[in-house]
């Protein structure tokens, strides 16, 4: 996965349940990032993190939370507030917020059953 | 915030032809531009970039322009290829809790027929 992996690549939630997401890299990277993806919508920020210890909320932060204890690692949970989680969520490192790429990882697809 | 709008939404063209894909943004401030390539059901990977300092980048058959008076950039393909049917989605940074994050335009699905 390029250096930065996901899992699970597929999750289901039952109406009212937390869930979280597992994103991981070793690319030594300060920035990560979670996206939402949904079909026609483009890739809409849900959460930042610059360092370890810090995260800003992005867009469409409503409904989600993360945390940033360990620079290789940003989990990010879908919880129950989150009325309309179903979507393709992608999350991405950079070297640094300003003037660099991403590095994106395989994404995973969570459903509401 | 930055606004970043993309067009077309969807682009079809035979094989050989070139495809352009255009962004425009809001944000005077913005200096990096990124290009990524999404084909179906994988992670969008990063293509080509450009910055304000410079008005053109090429890769092979890829190019981007930038006009920044205008607010606006373009990712060119020529001889297009089977293989480069995928979504394409320009990015531009926007100014958010004193850092730049970048904010994605929606897409474009190029569809290259042979």
């Known amino acids: 996965d390029g250096g930065i992996t996901q899992s699970p690549k597929y999750l289901f939630r039952k109406e009212g349940q937390n869930v979280t997401l597992s994103c991981e890299q070793n690319?030594?990277?300060?920035?990560m990032y979670w996206y939402r993806q949904d079909p026609g919508q483009g890739l809409r920020l849900i959460y930042y993190?610059?360092?370890?210890?810090?995260?800003q909320k992005g867009d469409i932060a409503e409904g989600y939370s993360v945390s940033r204890e360990k620079k290789e690692s940003f989990p990010l949970t879908v919880t129950s507030a989150q009325k309309n989680p179903t979507a393709f969520y992608l999350c991405?490192?950079?070297?640094?917020?300003?003037?660099?790429?991403?590095?994106f990882g395989s994404g995973t697809r969570l459903t509401v059953v | 915030g930055e606004n970043v709008e993309q067009h077309p939404s969807t682009l079809s063209v035979q094989e050989g032809d070139s495809a352009v894909i255009k962004c425009t943004y809001s944000?005077?401030?913005?200096?990096?531009f990124p290009w990524y390539k999404q084909e179906l059901g994988k992670r969008p990977q990063l293509i080509i970039d450009?910055?304000?300092?410079?008005g053109e980048k090429k890769d092979q058959r890829i190019a981007v322009t930038l006009n920044k008076t205008a607010k606006h950039f373009s990712l060119h393909i020529t001889e297009t290829q089977p293989e480069d049917s995928a979504v394409y989605f320009c990015?531009?940074?926007?100014?958010?809790?004193?850092?730049?994050?970048?904010?994605f335009g929606r897409g474009t699905s190029l569809i290259v027929h042979p």
């Open positions: 991405a490192s950079s070297i640094g917020v300003q003037d660099y790429g991403y590095t």
């Open positions: 690319l030594n990277h300060d920035a």
């Open positions: 993190s610059q360092i370890v210890n810090d995260f």
């Open positions: 944000d005077s401030a913005s200096n990096y």
């Open positions: 450009i910055r304000s300092n410079v």
């Open positions: 990015a531009a940074p926007h100014a958010s809790g004193g850092s730049y994050i970048p904010t």
